[in-house]
């Protein structure tokens, strides 16, 4: 009984509109009335949950991200990319996903990457005879990697809620990350041979690199600093987020003098406000899953699983189902928050490391950024290419499959996201 | 009444940019001490975690007023114009019941903490002070809605007024 009020009134305040922490907050109340339990538990629990000092790590990353991102660093980090993979066939959209890359190593945030890389890109893709459509489409597809590769703000989401390593998740997401800026790579190449789509002129030599490289390296440095803090024990990830915005602050005032002193308060408060969004539902969906578990219902979803099919193959195909259509419609952090506690102990009973888990759910739940028709990247492509939706929608299909196919195998070679874990250890 | 209208418009941003500053700099502090003085501070955590409390909760307004909460917005994109309008409003009066909920119980707890005389183990904060961030967070927030209804009952009636409905956009969540 308890259990249909939950989920019956959560879901009936998610088609009202309501936000999705009030919506689970209005559930809880509900299932307060009906079960007796005391009131008081949902409002000392949306301050016990958010008294971390790991979840502290979410603002401080979207902070550093966003005054590391304005301006200067991006189009140095383009530069870079260019000098890599510029000269291939399809070589300028090879570039998007290589900077959306580098992008991804200092910013956990997918959207915002989107816009600033998008906006410089889309216009010379078109200029070098591209196709509006696939350049809308190659930067909204590229911004999915950003979750992935460290530091990502849905890995430290996952970390809080499953009470996993955040730095060992960080780490699982670095190969994840890279495979599918190949995979999106070698279909641009694959698009750009068969259009005729030519590179840029210039060569590869070892100087431009370096010249570029240099040119870049205050941005280049920061995974290594974040990661190398992290896992050299120097500092625990939220600790690293606090030196990425001290160190971003410095680059972009004071070294690359592209940010004024006078934005950084709106900046700041902005981080805060993105923050507060995201923990409101924190906080309630922490009562939300603790109702849900006094109802036992997570065992008994994983006993219902383990009936339907004792195979691992099959039950995790069905939790990758699961996890794109709700991705699709809800929020990746959202949706990790909800998920992540009620999924987990399925995959614990079919033997997949929490870690290897947290790696399937970003990156599934990436994918959603780019599903039509409801993927927030689509929105932002569109909103700075002019290419419709519906246009861009049809046009984002090969790119959808070829994240299904990274995520495929990132699901079931549990080596790609812990083999770097392992050698670690 | 300019005081006023400058509170209205850059209230939260101010104190959210104050509260996060202050972490920021907190925690800084922290690693500088581990490292340069060889000593570790108790307090620059705790003093950071709590002020990130109230960051959220002061935060929470900002996101009704800046429009920001992360929402589903599927049934949005099917219903005509005036029907959103409509619903925004059922919306925007479910949280003003949960607010008061919240304010209510919260208050009790953080009355509660206070009447114990619970304090924090490194600062000797008392506890209730803390609590407290959720109901005022709440109470600026039950402001932010009632505007926002406002300005949503307005945009309706100029609606029927002028009687051409013109296409819509539909806001999308920001998610990272």
């Known amino acids: ?425 | 009444m300019g005081l006023l209208r400058k509170i209205d418009k850059h209230l939260e941003e101010y104190l959210l940019s104050f509260l996060l500053s202050t972490t920021v700099i907190l925690i800084a502090v922290q690693v500088f001490m581990r490292y340069v003085m060889h000593a570790s501070p108790s307090w620059t955590e705790e003093l950071a975690r709590y002020l990130f409390i109230w960051m959220i909760y002061i935060g929470i307004s900002y996101g009704v007023k800046m429009q920001r909460h992360i929402k589903v917005d599927a049934i949005m994109l099917i219903l005509p114009f005036k029907a959103q309008k409509y619903l925004l409003i059922v919306s925007n009066i479910l949280f003003i019941v949960f607010c008061v909920f919240i304010i209510q119980q919260g208050t009790a707890v953080a009355m509660n903490l206070l009447s114990f005389g619970q304090t924090s183990p490194a600062l000797s904060i008392p506890m209730g002070y803390i609590y407290m961030a959720s109901p005022i967070g709440f109470s600026l927030a039950i402001i932010r809605l009632v505007q926002n209804i406002v300005v949503i009952v307005s945009e309706l009636k100029g609606l029927n007024q002028e009687n051409n409905i013109v296409g819509s956009t539909v806001r999308t969540s920001d998610s990272r």
């Open chain 1, 1 to 425: 009984m308890v259990a249909q009020v939950l989920f019956g009134s959560f879901a009936a305040f998610l088609v009202f509109n309501v936000p999705i922490g009030i919506a689970l907050g209005l559930a809880c109340i509900l299932a307060f009335l009906v079960s007796g339990a005391p009131l008081t538990m949902l409002a000392q629990g949306m301050i016990t949950s958010v008294d971390s000092f790991p979840l502290m790590a979410v603002p401080f990353f979207i902070l550093a991200g966003d005054l590391m991102g304005k301006g200067g660093i991006s189009k140095r980090l383009l530069t870079v990319a260019d000098v890599l993979v510029g000269r291939f066939p399809g070589g300028l959209a090879m570039v998007t996903v290589a900077t959306c890359m580098f992008f991804g190593a200092i910013s956990g945030s997918g959207p915002a990457t989107v816009a600033a890389i998008g906006m410089m890109i889309i216009p010379e893709m078109v200029k070098a005879g591209y196709d509006k459509k696939f350049a809308a489409a190659v930067v909204a597809a590229s911004g999915t990697i950003g979750v992935m590769i460290p530091p990502s703000i849905p890995m430290v989401i996952y970390g809080v809620s499953t009470n996993a390593s955040i730095g060992d998740l960080f780490i699982s997401g670095i190969l994840p990350g890279i495979l599918v800026g190949l995979f999106l790579m070698a279909w641009c190449y694959i698009y750009a041979k068969k259009t005729g789509l030519k590179g840029s002129e210039h060569g590869f030599t070892l100087s431009r690199l370096l010249r570029a490289c240099n040119d870049a390296k205050w941005a280049l440095l920061v995974p290594v600093i974040i990661l190398g803090g992290i896992y050299g024990g120097v500092f625990t990830p939220t600790e690293a987020a606090v030196i990425a915005v001290v160190y971003g602050f410095i680059a972009g005032v004071f070294i690359y003098r592209e940010l004024k002193i006078t934005e950084v308060p709106s900046l700041v408060a902005s981080s805060a406000l993105t923050t507060a969004t995201v923990l409101i539902i924190v906080g309630t969906a922490t009562t939300f899953g603790r109702l849900l578990a006094l109802e036992q219902i997570p065992t008994m979803l994983a006993n219902a699983i383990t009936n339907f099919s004792q195979n691992p193959v099959i039950v995790l195909l069905l939790i990758n189902l699961l996890l794109l259509i709700v991705g699709t419609f809800m929020d990746t952090l959202a949706a990790i928050i909800i998920l992540a506690p009620i999924l987990l102990p399925v995959a614990l009973k079919f033997g997949v490391d929490p870690i290897h888990f947290g790696a399937i759910m970003v990156v599934n739940l990436a994918i959603g950024f780019i599903t039509p028709p409801l993927g927030v990247n689509l929105f932002v492509a569109n909103g700075i290419s002019g290419v419709s939706l519906e246009k861009l929608s049809r046009a984002i299909m090969p790119f959808f499959a070829v994240l299904v196919l990274a995520l495929m195998l990132i699901t079931y070679i549990p080596e790609i996201s812990m083999g770097l874990i392992n050698m670690m250890k």
